[in-house]
């Protein structure tokens, strides 16, 4: 696997479901910054509601998913997600159904946030559950404080780059204010 962070503002995102699990999506991509479009030919009345007014009461055609980078699909079956997944590679756009390792093209990670650091646990899709478990250490082990000392060296990096300096003095700068805030 290959970890990578999508920047929600640079990418078109799709979000094809119906009930819990494209709900669950939903609010995963919308924590993470994104809006994406939601197609559902029967949404939940929880769905429909957090969805809005992006919300497309059908399915995607072929042509319609032309344009996207990454497209979720959570709550059909294999048979109705496989034309969508194979549309969407055929499309160039990465795709990932629920549960169904074989038509993935990527794997949600398990995510904490801490301000602008984000950690991501995955396992590529073999056990969701040892995801979260790594999950639920990663937020013991990142507290809070994390957030604060990432927003302050951000700062200062932006400000030490202005000056000229070189890789190795930001991360020297870098080190020295996680070791004040007792992070290291």
């Known amino acids: 696997m290959i970890p990578i962070y999508l920047e929600p503002s640079a990418t078109q995102i799709a979000l094809i479901g119906r009930g819990r699990l494209a709900l669950r999506r939903l609010a995963w991509l ?3 910054g994104a809006r994406p479009v939601v197609w559902s030919d029967a949404p939940s009345p929880e769905l429909e509601t957090a969805a809005g007014a992006r919300l497309q ?3 995607p055609s072929a042509a319609e998913i032309v344009g996207f980078h ?3 699909i959570a709550d059909l079956s294999v048979e109705e997600a496989r034309p969508l997944a194979l549309a969407a590679r055929a499309a160039h756009a990465l795709v990932n159904v629920e549960d169904v390792i074989e038509l993935c093209d990527f794997h949600t990670p398990a995510v904490v946030h801490r301000g602008r650091l984000t950690l991501a ?3 590529g899709g073999a056990s969701p559950a040892v995801a ?4 639920e250490k990663l937020e013991t082990a990142f507290t809070e404080e994390w957030s604060g000392a990432t927003e302050e060296i951000a700062n200062s990096r932006t400000a030490l780059r202005k000056q ?3 890789f190795d003095t ?3 700068d870098a080190r020295k204010r996680l070791h004040r805030h007792g992070l290291i």
């Open 164 to 166: 000229g300096a070189d």
């Open 170 to 172: 930001l991360v020297s």
């Open 132 to 135: 979260r478990a790594a999950r």
């Open 30 to 32: 919308e924590a993470a």
């Open 121 to 123: 646990a995955g396992t």
């Open 70 to 72: 990454a497209i979720w």
């Open 57 to 59: 009461r059908r399915l």
